[in-house]
């Protein structure tokens, strides 16, 4: 970067604080093309609904009969346990039985150590789905409001 270029920068910089620190209004004009590209980034993100973690996967079926084999298997696992997830992969030539969405090896580890007696699995890093935030009523403090 020569002299000019770092002159004409910090100016710009200056009066762009300047106008900001005085009230004015900034307006950036950019191309259009620009903001398209934002704007789907943006929308794409906004459809994303899984973070990366782990789950168990307990089976992967292949050749005749393979998807009946993995839908029963599924469907055996969720009676012996109806509070985790069970997904069916088509991973081709494989149907794969994946179980859980834990945010940690450690989690997985743990449900793994569980269920191995009956179900023998490895951990696998994979997209999950994360468990909705949990909803706290709010109470306002009895002291803050001051009623006592």
Known sequence: MNISTLFRTIVLVTLLASAL???AQVRIIGDK?????????VELN???????????QIASFSGIN???????LRDRFLLDYPAVQAYIVF??????????????????YAFLQQIKETYKGYIIKDNINPEPPL??????????????
């Open 21 to 23: 620190t005085a009230g």
């Open 66 to 72: 393979s998807k009946v084999s993995a839908f029963n």
């Open 135 to 148: 909803q706290s009523e709010f109470a306002p403090d009895d002291e803050a409001s001051g009623d006592e």
């Open 91 to 108: 991973d081709e030539p494989n149907f794969k039985v994946k179980v859980g969405d834990f945010r940690t090896r450690l989690e997985a």
């Open 33 to 41: 093309a620009v903001t398209q590209m934002v704007e789907k980034h």
């Open 46 to 56: 906004g459809t994303v609904k899984t973070i990366p973690g782990f789950r168990v």
